[in-house]
């Protein structure tokens, strides 16, 4: 039974607030479809708002793309490594974070960089 849900959203903004080429957006959509389906054995992906509050720039929100697979319980020992992908996409993109979920649980995911 595929009885958890994980999903990484990849945003569409540089550095917390700009607007990322489409081109470097679409590598990194690419790029976690491809992961989902190598560690999973597939993905479904959509298309959201998001946003937040910023203390420097107000109300802050954007398109961003939601990767999501099921899994079974030998899955989840994978998180891990969909752990890193989120931090390669926020260091990538220059992002306080990229958000992951797991089961409806929310983690924020730093940096490779600000993770060492």
Not at 87 to 116: H, K, R, Y
């Amino acid at each position: 039974m595929l009885n958890h849900r994980i999903s990484v959203f990849i945003p569409s903004t540089v550095n917390g607030h700009e607007p990322a080429p489409a081109d470097l957006i679409a590598r990194w959509v690419k790029s976690a479809k491809t992961k989902f389906a190598e560690l999973f054995g597939g993905f479904t992906a959509h298309r959201a708002v998001g946003g937040w509050m910023s203390p420097v720039h107000g109300l802050i929100e954007e398109q961003v793309t939601v990767v999501t697979a099921f899994t079974d319980d030998d899955g989840v020992d994978r998180l891990g490594e969909v752990e890193e992908f989120a931090a390669a996409v926020a260091e990538a993109l220059g992002q306080e974070a990229v958000t992951i979920e797991i089961d409806n649980s929310l983690q924020f995911i730093g940096a490779l960089a600000a993770a060492a």
